[in-house]
């Protein structure tokens, strides 16, 4: 049976549920919120109501005969505010009179109280429990209770006071405030679902991107893997085809040429025999020379083809170990190369195709300038820099972009009487490619060549 259409692993079907899933999360953190948020996630003192209550009890004692004014402040009372009016004289209101306030908090009063009052008091004060005036005996409220209470008392023409006492805070943050709070915790949201949706849509394209930059690196044996959302596993499916059909078509080219070199050698084996029938010597020996040049091209080029055609996997060695293994051999047979560098360090490579490319690098340091000095430097991504100096002539600058081009020999600089074909450089830099490195050559300021070999770490 098949499946429904949304069940299928697709990019839609990713960012439905990463967007619903987020908006889930969000909702059960905004709910989490306004129940343990405290007095960050409660109303502000406007919306509680707690000014409009007081106010409205403010405009009814102060309008009542002072008989009345004591037993309707007391019936005025709630769970959460109770209210006392004291005559002129008494003990609470001097203390009310004669009290210490914060200038801040009875602006603050006075702001949010003025809409409902007709006319500002004759006095108005603030303050909290840690306000001596709190203490005062009489009070209409259990100190041992309510330790963190608020006041605010307000003096009527009469002298009178009346106190309005908050047993415990239930408003939040002021308006600004809290509107701050809403804008800073909305950022954080929705930079988190960002980050959540965003991860789940980049990271199949993150492990199609690494899976491509393998193919670099092991070009033969590499394949991406073919998981992930619909979209991607189709683009996988693809790069995975054309790759299989490139390396079918390199495969066939290298067989071809590696026929045709071969089947030259028959030819210029006649030809050498029937050489041997001139008469003129002069003649027979150029004959013979550009006989002898032509089968060491072909050797060349058979062995440029089998070294391209080798199958070598990659396998984890000791890349200083081989790096020093090689300059001891050329040391015992008289030629002082010398190695600068770790003593350990692993890489995942082709061992014997890239002792080749040192291997071939340090002869032609030897043949045509002075034994090398080999220099291994780590870098912190985990790549590497081989570093493989001498102190010849160099090479000119305009041939430097030239060097690893096919059967490319230098004239001038380079002897060639005992050079090859051409093809070793062609041969390194094919085989460092392979392993996704590369290979570059430049003069040095103070004479010499160096050549920089790139490795990067293979994960």
Not at 29 to 52: C, H, M, N, R, Y
Not at 85 to 109: C, I, K, M
Not at 327 to 350: M, R
Request: net charge neutral; hydrophobic share 40%; with cysteine.
């Amino acid at each position: 049976m098949k499946r429904f259409s949304f069940m299928a692993d697709t990019i839609t079907r990713r960012l439905i549920v990463t967007v619903a899933l987020a908006a889930t999360v969000t909702l059960v953190l905004l709910e989490l919120f306004f129940t343990f948020g405290g007095k960050w996630a409660k109303p502000d003192i406007q919306e509680a109501g707690i000014v409009s209550q007081v106010g409205s009890v403010i405009r009814i004692v102060s309008s009542a005969p002072s008989a009345d004014r004591e037993h309707l402040a007391q019936a005025a009372n709630t769970d959460e505010v109770h209210f006392a009016w004291y005559a002129a004289g008494s003990p609470q209101a001097q203390a009310l009179e004669n009290g210490h306030y914060r200038s801040s908090d009875l602006s603050e009063g006075w702001r949010f109280l003025q809409p409902y009052l007709r006319h500002p008091p004759n006095r108005m004060v603030v303050f909290q429990e840690d306000n001596p005036v709190s203490r005062e005996a009489g009070l209409p409220y259990d100190r041992s209770r309510f330790d963190d209470a608020y006041f605010a008392g307000i003096r009527l023409d009469d002298g009178s006071w009346i106190l309005c006492i908050a047993l415990q805070r239930f408003w939040g943050l002021y308006a600004f405030e809290r509107l701050c709070l809403q804008l800073l915790m909305l950022t954080f949201w929705i930079v988190a679902v960002s980050l959540i949706a965003s991860r789940q849509l980049s990271r199949p394209i993150e492990h199609l991107a690494n899976g491509v930059r393998s193919l670099g690196l092991q070009p033969r044996s590499a394949r991406l893997d073919e998981k992930g959302p619909r979209e991607i596993r189709l683009v996988a499916e693809t790069i995975n085809g054309m790759q299989a059909q490139i390396q079918q078509f390199i495969e066939y080219r290298t067989t071809m040429l590696a026929a045709i070199s071969h089947d030259l050698r028959t030819p210029l084996a006649r030809i050498r025999l029937r050489g041997e029938f001139i008469d003129c010597p002069e003649q027979q020996k150029h004959l013979f020379r550009d006989v002898d040049e032509m089968q060491t091209m072909i050797d060349g080029a058979l062995s440029f083809f089998r070294n391209d055609a080798s199958r070598e996997e990659g396998i984890m060695f000791d890349l200083p170990a081989l790096l020093q293994t090689i300059a001891n051999d050329y040391c015992d047979q008289g030629f002082p190369v010398e190695y600068h560098g770790p003593a350990k360090a692993s890489y995942i490579g082709q061992f014997y195709a890239m002792k080749r490319v040192f291997s071939n690098l340090i002869e032609n340091a030897i043949k045509y300038a002075t034994p090398p000095t080999l220099t291994l430097d780590t870098q912190p991504d985990g790549s590497y820099m081989i570093y493989i100096r001498d102190n010849g002539p160099g090479i000119p600058e305009a041939s430097l972009s030239e060097v690893f081009e096919p059967y490319f020999r230098l004239d001038k600089s380079r002897n060639r009487q005992t050079g090859g074909v051409g093809l070793g450089l062609t041969s390194a830099q094919t085989i460092v490619r392979s392993n996704g490195g590369d290979i570059t050559m430049t003069n040095r300021p103070e004479g010499g060549l160096e050549v920089l070999i790139y490795l990067p770490k293979i994960r």
